[in-house]
């Protein structure tokens, strides 16, 4: 993934961007070439410096000067080790990626917010390829919905306001409802400084864009 920094973004293309990218690093444990662009090209402080949060800075920077420090397939295969430890199992997992386990309280899988979730995708004429496989409130694509609802919200028509109405309920609704339980337990558990950061930025970013939602509904944007 690269981003033209002195290309003009509007404000949902960037707000796409921002969570495609969220989205890709909770896909998989990024490889090394990842780990390039992202020291080397600064993907999260490009497009997060601009926020002008302090916090959700030093974040991006630390992340980024972990991985410039870092040897990259060692550092590589950590993250693996990691990830897997964190979301995948087979031993009990410290941080579940989805939403179900969250919210339910027999923290099971595919549960009443998957349905939810399958639903709302639904709605907007989407379905997961892998639905019997992997359940449609993971975490990765639960973010990966919101950039497909920024992207299609920039357009001037219905189906754009459609969408645009549609962030705000997905992300108060699923997304803001668990994900910062999530990434607390992300940060308490990772044995990495790269997840414990991106578990910060990610918690920072869905409380800032939660935000100026609310300040856009307010206006009338």
Same mark, same amino acid.
């Given at each position: 993934?690269?981003?033209?920094?002195?290309?003009?973004?509007?404000?949902?293309? #960037?707000?796409? #961007?921002?969570?495609?990218?969220?989205?890709?690093?909770?896909?998989?444990?990024?490889?090394?070439?990842?780990?390039?662009?992202?020291?080397?090209?600064?993907?999260?402080?490009?497009?997060?410096?601009?926020?002008?949060?302090?916090?959700?800075?030093?974040?991006?920077?630390?992340?980024?000067? *972990?991985?410039?420090?870092?040897?990259?397939?060692? +550092?590589?295969?950590?993250?693996?080790?990691? +990830?897997?430890?964190?979301?995948?199992?087979?031993?009990?997992?410290?941080?579940?990626?989805?939403?179900?386990?969250? /919210?339910?309280? *027999? /923290?099971?899988?595919?549960?009443?917010?998957?349905?939810?979730?399958?639903?709302?995708?639904?709605?907007?004429?989407?379905?997961?390829?892998?639905?019997?496989?992997?359940?449609?409130?993971?975490?990765?694509?639960?973010?990966?919905?919101?950039? +497909?609802?920024?992207?299609?919200?920039?357009?001037?028509?219905?189906?754009?306001?459609?969408?645009?109405?549609?962030?705000?309920?997905?992300?108060?609704?699923?997304?803001?409802? #668990?994900?910062?339980?999530?990434?607390?337990?992300?940060?308490?558990?990772?044995?990495?400084?790269?997840?414990?950061?991106?578990?910060?930025?990610?918690?920072? #970013?869905?409380?800032?864009?939660? *935000?100026?939602?609310?300040?856009?509904?307010?206006?009338?944007?």
């Amino acid at each position: 993934m690269a981003v033209d920094s002195g290309q003009e973004l509007t404000l949902d293309e #960037w707000r796409a #961007w921002v969570y495609l990218l969220l989205a890709q690093l909770f896909r998989r444990a990024p490889q090394p070439a990842l780990l390039r662009s992202l020291a080397d090209e600064r993907l999260l402080s490009t497009l997060l410096g601009g926020v002008g949060d302090d916090e959700l800075s030093r974040d991006c920077i630390a992340v980024e000067q *972990e991985i410039s420090r870092a040897e990259l397939q060692p +550092y590589a295969n950590l993250l693996q080790e990691d +990830y897997a430890r964190l979301f995948v199992g087979p031993d009990h997992l410290p941080a579940p990626p989805w939403e179900s386990v969250y /919210r339910s309280q *027999e /923290r099971l899988l595919f549960g009443e917010q998957t349905l939810a979730v399958r639903e709302f995708y639904r709605a907007y004429g989407l379905e997961s390829k892998h639905r019997n496989e992997e359940p449609e409130d993971h975490i990765a694509l639960e973010l990966e919905f919101m950039a +497909y609802l920024c992207r299609a919200g920039g357009a001037g028509d219905e189906a754009a306001e459609r969408c645009r109405e549609g962030q705000g309920f997905f992300l108060r609704e699923h997304l803001a409802a #668990w994900a910062p339980d999530f990434c607390a337990d992300v940060a308490r558990n990772a044995a990495s400084g790269f997840y414990r950061g991106l578990a910060a930025i990610t918690a920072r #970013w869905l409380a800032l864009d939660s *935000e100026l939602l609310a300040s856009a509904r307010q206006e009338g944007i």
